[in-house]
C-alpha cells in the first residue's frame, strides 16, 4: 500500500515541527583597586602576632595566622622578621552572567599519561572531573573540572582553594641622628603564584624631629602559574592546557611628610607612584557573551587586561591626641590608567578605659569607579574590544566597613586585642542597558564579609 | 535518483551508502570540487561520529561511567538529539543501539527472549545520561550513536559548504537523504526519483523537488518472522520491542535534510498512527507500507 498524504501547507507550523524545525537550523547555523591597610603601629622591640578569620557570604573564608618580631640590636640598628600563612577556601566570581538556563563550566584540572584509570569522579568543590578526547597519538591524558551551575544563580567557582605563605625580612639602620636607611625582602607564595620584592628607604628628620621626609622605592616581581597554565585572553574557555607561566614586574616610589602640628596632633601627607608591567590579568576569570536579544550567554571567553598600569595615589592620615583618646583620620585619593579612581575615609577613635583597657570604633567607606574596560558582558556581533574583564573587584561600587577594636593587657608589657569588622559592598547589579533575560538576574549581587583578628603584642 | 543529461556528477560511498553530487553545470573543473568538497565533509562527518572508528562516539562509549568533554559540533548534536528525544516522549533515543545486540534482523528468525530485552533495557534511556553541555556523562554500559541524525546532518553540512563556494545548482544526496539548493539554472525543478520498496531498482514514482530536502526513514529489507508474525526493524526505546505496525518507509519532505530525517522517523515510532501524525503535522510525506 502507498499512501500519499496531502502536502497542506498552513500559516502557522504546529508546535512539534515548530520546534524541531528551529532545533534543526540552530544546529546547522552553529558554527583592583581595593583599599591599602594602614600598616599597624608595630612595637620597636617585641612581638606582634595574631590570628586572623574572614568570611564572606556564602563564599571565600579564610585563616591567616601572622607573627611579626622585631628586635632592636644597640640604639640604631632594628632588625624585623615576620611570617603570615592564609588558607582560603570557598567559592569564588568567576566573572560570567547568570542565566534562566543551567551554565556548566569547563577548565583544565591535570594532565595524566594516557590509560591512567580515572577513578575520581568529583573534583573539590563539587566540580566533576571529565576526560578530554586525546588528539590522534597524544601519550597523555587530559582532564578537566565541569562545574554546573543552576539557572539564576550568580556564577561562582566553588573549587577555589589557595594557601598562601609570605614571609619578610627587614632592617632599619639609623645613619645620623636624624637620617635612617630601610631595607628589606619579602616572599609570598601560594599553588599557583609566586611573588618576590625587595625594598629600599630613607628618612630624614628636619627641625628638631618636627618634619620627617621619607622616600621609598619597591621592585617587586611576580611569576604566575595557573593550573592549566596561562589561557590566551579572548578566547573561549575549555579544558585544554594552556601557555607557560606569565610574569609581572612592578616598581613603586612613595615619598611622604610626616609633621608634628602641634604637641597633640601628627599629620603625614604621602604620594605613591607605581607603574607595573606583564600579565595582570586573573588567569580564572572569564566574561560571558550573551545573544543580543535573548541575553542568553552563548560563549565564555577568558578575559583580557591592559599589560601594564600606572597607579598614583595620595594618602593623608592624620592623628590626634586627646587627653587620653586618640583619633585617627585619614583619606586616599586612587587613580590608575586603567580608568579606576578611588577614594577612602577611614575614621578610628580610640577610648581608653581606665587605665588599661581601651575601646576602639572603626569606620571606613570606600566608593570605586571603573575601569574603562570593565563590562558585565560581551554582546555577540558587536566589535570585540582589546581589553574585557568582568570582575567586579574593576566594576563602580561602594562599600562601608563597620568595625570595633578591644584591647587589654596581660601584664606588663604584653596586650591582647580582638578586632571584628564587617564589611558591606554594594555594585549595580541591574544595569540599565541590560539585554533581555539579563534584566532580570542580578550581575552584581552584594558582598558581606566579617573579619575577626585575635591579636596579642609583646614588647619587650 | 534521475539525474539530467548535463549535470556533471561525483559518485562516491559513504556511511555505507551510495552517494551522488549533481551540478548543474558545464564546468567540469567546477563539477569536481564540488564533488570533492561534499565527499569530504560526508567522510569526515562519518569518521568523526563512527561507532566502529576511534571517534568521538567511540570514545565516549568506551568511557561510560566516566564523564566525557565534547566539542562543539558534537554538543550541537547533542543538544539536537536532546530536543528529539523530548519531542518524541522518549522514542527517538540516540542510547537505544545496545538493543540492537539482542534484535538480530538478519533472517534467522530467532526472537529474543523477555530477560535478554530486559537486560539491554538497563541500559537504554536518554534519562539515565548526565548531558550539561559541553559534559556528556553517559551510565556504565549504555552507547550512544548518531546513526538516526547523521547522514541527513552530513547533508546539510555538505551543500552549506557548496553554497559558500558557489551559487551553481546542486543536490546532494547521500544514500538517499538529499537536498538541493534551489531550482536548477533553467528555473525547473530536480526530478527525484523513489524506489519501490517491493521491486528495488525499479521506480515506484517520480518527484519534483524545486526546493529544500527528503530524507527517508525505514529499512525495507530489515524485518524477523517468527510463526507468521512479521517483528518490524523499528525498535521502541521504552519497551524494548518492535513498533507495531509501522509502515516500511517513510519519505518526508522538509527544509532541511536534518528536520525531514527526524520527521520521518517521528513518524515512523508512532507505528500505526504514523500518517495521522504527519498529517496533524502538515507534512509533505509518502508512507510506504
Known amino acids: 500500500m502507498r499512501v500519499q498524504l496531502k502536502a497542506t501547507h498552513s500559516a502557522a507550523n ?18 583592583t583597586g581595593k583599599a591599602q591597610e594602614v600598616p599597624p603601629d608595630a612595637p620597636s622591640t617585641g612581638v606582634d602576632s595574631g590570628v586572623l578569620y574572614y568570611h564572606e557570604n556564602g563564599r571565600v573564608q579564610a585563616i591567616e595566622p601572622e607573627l611579626n618580631l622585631s628586635q ?41 599519561p594516557l590509560g591512567t584509570p580515572v577513578t575520581v569522579t568529583t573534583a573539590s568543590g563539587g566540580s566533576t572531573v571529565v576526560l578530554v578526547p586525546p588528539a590522534a597519538g597524544a601519550t597523555t591524558q587530559t582532564l578537566a573540572a565541569s562545574t554546573i551551575v543552576p539557572a539564576n544563580t550568580y556564577p561562582l567557582d566553588h573549587a577555589f582553594h589557595d594557601d598562601r605563605f609570605a614571609g619578610h625580612i627587614g632592617w632599619e639602620q639609623a645613619l645620623t641622628s636624624t637620617l ?91 604620594y605613591s607612584y607605581a607603574d607595573a608591567h606583564g600579565y595582570q590579568n586573573d588567569p580564572y576569570k572569564i ?58 575615609a577611614d575614621l578610628r577613635y580610640r577610648f581608653q578605659i581606665g587605665q588599661d583597657y581601651y575601646i576602639e570604633p572603626h569606620v571606613r567607606y570606600y566608593d570605586q569607579r571603573a575601569a574603562d574596560f570593565f563590562r558585565y558582558y560581551l554582546v555577540a556581533g558587536e566589535a570585540m574590544p582589546q581589553y574585557a574583564s568582568a570582575d567586579t573587584r574593576l566594576a563602580k561600587f561602594h562599600a562601608a566597613t563597620y568595625g570595633m577594636k578591644f584591647g587589654m593587657p596581660l601584664n606588663e608589657g604584653s596586650e591582647f586585642n580582638v578586632r571584628i569588622e564587617y564589611y558591606d559592598q554594594h555594585g549595580n547589579g541591574s544595569p540599565a542597558y541590560a539585554i533581555g533575560q539579563l534584566r532580570q538576574q542580578n550581575l552584581f549581587p552584594d558582598l558581606q564579609a566579617v573579619t575577626v583578628l585575635l591579636g596579642y603584642t609583646y614588647a619587650f | 535518483m534521475a539525474r539530467e ?36 565533509e560526508a567522510l569526515r562527518i562519518e569518521m568523526k561520529f563512527s561507532r566502529y572508528r576511534p571517534s568521538v562516539v567511540t570514545h565516549i562509549n568506551e568511557h561510560a561511567g566516566d564523564a566525557v568533554l565534547v566539542d562543539e559540533e558534537s554538543a550541537d548534536l547533542l543538544d539536537y538529539a536532546a530536543l528529539c528525544y523530548r519531542l518524541s516522549e522518549g522514542l527517538f533515543d540516540i542510547t537505544s543501539g545496545v538493543l540492537r545486540r539482542v534484535w538480530k534482523f538478519d533472517g534467522t528468525g530467532t526472537l529474543p527472549t523477555s530477560a535478554r530485552v530486559q537486560q539491554a533495557l538497563e541500559f537504554v534511556g536518554w534519562h539515565r545520561v548526565r548531558w550539561n553541555r559541553p559534559v556528556l556523562q553517559l551510565a556504565p554500559g549504555m552507547e550512544i550513536d548518531f546513526g538516526g541524525i547523521g547522514k541527513e546532518y ?32 533553467d528555473g525547473a525543478p530536480w526530478r527525484v526519483v523513489i524506489e519501490d520498496v517491493d521491486r528495488l531498482g525499479s521506480s515506484a514514482g517520480l518527484l519534483e523537488l524545486s526546493h529544500g530536502a527528503i530524507a ?15 517483528y518490524g526493524h523499528v525498535l521502541n526505546p521504552k519497551s524494548g520491542w518492535p513498533i507495531d505496525e509501522a509502515p516500511r518507509s517513510i519519505t518526508v519532505h522538509a527544509d532541511t535534510c536534518t528536520e525531514a530525517g527526524q520527521l520521518a522517523k517521528l513518524a515512523l515510532l508512532r507505528g500505526a498512527g504514523a500518517e495521522q501524525f504527519l498529517e496533524f503535522e502538515q507534512v509533505r510525506a509518502w508512507c510506504i507500507r
Open chain 1, 180 to 270: 635612617k636607611l630601610n631595607g628589606g625582602l619579602a616572599y609570598s607564595k601560594e599553588h599557583d603564584y609566586r611573588s618576590e620584592s625587595a625594598n629600599i628607604g630613607l628618612s630624614k628628620d628636619f627641625f628638631a624631629h618636627n618634619t620627617t621626609l621619607d622616600a621609598g622605592l619597591n621592585y617587586e616581581s611576580d611569576l604566575s602559574f595557573p593550573i592549566g597554565g596561562t589561557p590566551t585572553p579572548l578566547t573561549v574557555i575549555n579544558g585544554d592546557w594552556k601557555g607557560p607561566d606569565a610574569s609581572r614586574h612592578e616598581v613603586d616610589a612613595v615619598a611622604g611628610i610626616t609633621q608634628v602640628m602641634n604637641r597633640r596632633w601628627l599629620a603625614t601627607l604621602s
Open chain 1, 72 to 112: 632592636m640590636f644597640g640604639e640604631d640598628s632594628k632588625l624585623s622578621i615576620g611570617a603570615v600563612g592564609d588558607a582560603l577556601t570557598g567559592a569564588t566570581p568567576l566573572g560570567a552572567v547568570p542565566s534562566t538556563l543551567p551554565q556548566t563550566y569547563i577548565r583544565p584540572y591535570k594532565v595524566v
Open chain 2, 216 to 230: 527517508t526513514s525505514g529499512n525495507t529489507h530489515r524485518f524477523l518472522e517468527k510463526d507468521g508474525i512479521r
Open chain 1, 14 to 31: 504546529p508546535g512539534l515541527r515548530r520546534a524541531l524545525k528551529i532545533a534543526a537550523a540552530g544546529l546547522l547555523a552553529s558554527g
Open chain 1, 287 to 344: 566574561i560571558s557573551v550573551v545573544d543580543p536579544i535573548s541575553g542568553q550567554p552563548n560563549s565564555q571567553l577568558y578575559e583580557s587586561r591592559p599589560e601594564s598600569r600606572r597607579k598614583q595615589s595620595v594618602f593623608l592620615d592624620n592623628k590626634i591626641h586627646l587627653s587620653s583618646d586618640v583619633i585617627s583620620v585619614s583619606l586616599r585619593g586612587y587613580k590608575d590608567d586603567w580608568g579606576i579612581k578611588s577614594v577612602t
Open chain 2, 5 to 40: 543529461r548535463k549535470d556533471l556528477s561525483t559518485n562516491f560511498t559513504a556511511m555505507a551508502s551510495p552517494c551522488v553530487v549533481l551540478v548543474d553545470s558545464s564546468d567540469s573543473l567546477l563539477g569536481e570540487a564540488v564533488g570533492d568538497l561534499v565527499k569530504s
Open chain 2, 154 to 185: 552530513a547533508v546539510d553540512r555538505a551543500l552549506a559548504l557548496v553554497q559558500k563556494r558557489t551559487p551553481v545548482p546542486v543536490l546532494v544526496n547521500l544514500g538517499g537523504d538529499l537536498r538541493v539548493t534551489g531550482l536548477r539554472h
